[in-house]
């Protein structure tokens, strides 16, 4: 079967300072591969999706990026994060007609 | 994408039915409808999704008006478990499909005992 894996689970980190969220997919080959953010109290916003290695769409402008070094290996990085990039983050891969969500991370930039 | 739109939040009684609508009147012809919940501190689950035909399954069952402008999720006896928040979303199939979910507000499912 399959699992998705996101770490750390929560995570506090001063303004300015850099970020790296590592999800992981195991039981499956070429996922799409998803991150959302969830601000407090708000709805689920698609920041990145993948279709494969090396591929990766943006759907809005931010202070954060995406890559894929490996096909199940997805992973959301900042080099100087904001008050404003506090939130939920939570990674998914997709089957074609069904999203897998991660357990998330809780990020705090204080 | 096209929208959808839900009630913002809605009450049931535990061991009661509940209907959940969601409107979605620039729905195209490729668009399935995809229903999604998620519990306080998780991520969203997938529920059921369907194209013209009502739809059952283990969680819940889907009715789809005959003009596909609306839509109405069905649980058939709700639990405390249930409380969560549902959200209503099209999705759609092509031959360019990334599988992307564009997530509304959704609407919050209050369950009493």
């Known amino acids: 079967s399959q699992t998705i894996h996101q770490w750390p689970a929560t995570l506090v980190q001063p303004v300015g300072s850099p970020l790296s969220l590592e999800c992981t997919v195991e039981?499956?080959?070429?996922?799409?591969l998803y991150w959302y953010r969830q601000a407090a109290g708000r709805g689920l916003q698609l920041l990145f999706y993948?279709?494969?290695?090396?591929?990766i769409s943006s759907e809005v402008p931010q202070n954060l990026s995406a890559s894929r070094p490996q096909d199940r290996q997805f992973i959301l990085s900042s080099k100087k994060l904001l008050l404003s990039d506090s939130g939920f983050y939570l990674c998914?891969?997709?089957?074609?007609?069904?999203?897998?969500f991660g357990p998330g991370t809780r990020l705090t930039v204080l | 994408d096209a929208k959808t739109t839900q009630p913002n939040s809605m009450e049931s009684n535990e061991e009661e039915p509940v209907h959940l609508p969601c409107n979605h009147s620039?729905?195209?012809?490729?668009?399935?409808i995809h229903w999604y919940r998620q519990l306080p501190s998780q991520g969203p689950e997938y529920v059921i999704h369907g194209l013209t035909s009502n739809v059952n399954n283990r969680m819940a069952s889907l009715a789809i008006a005959e003009d596909r402008k609306s839509s109405t999720l069905i649980l058939h006896r709700a639990t405390l478990r249930d409380a969560a928040v549902y959200y209503c979303?099209?999705?759609?199939?092509?031959?360019?499909?990334?599988?992307?979910?564009?997530f509304g507000q959704g609407t919050t499912l209050q369950v009493k005992p």
């Open positions: 993948s279709v494969g290695i090396g591929q």
């Open positions: 039981g499956t080959s070429n996922p799409n």
């Open positions: 998914a891969w997709g089957e074609y007609n069904e999203q897998f």
């Open positions: 979303i099209l999705r759609e199939y092509g031959s360019s499909n990334t599988g992307k979910l564009i």
């Open positions: 620039t729905i195209s012809g490729t668009d399935y």
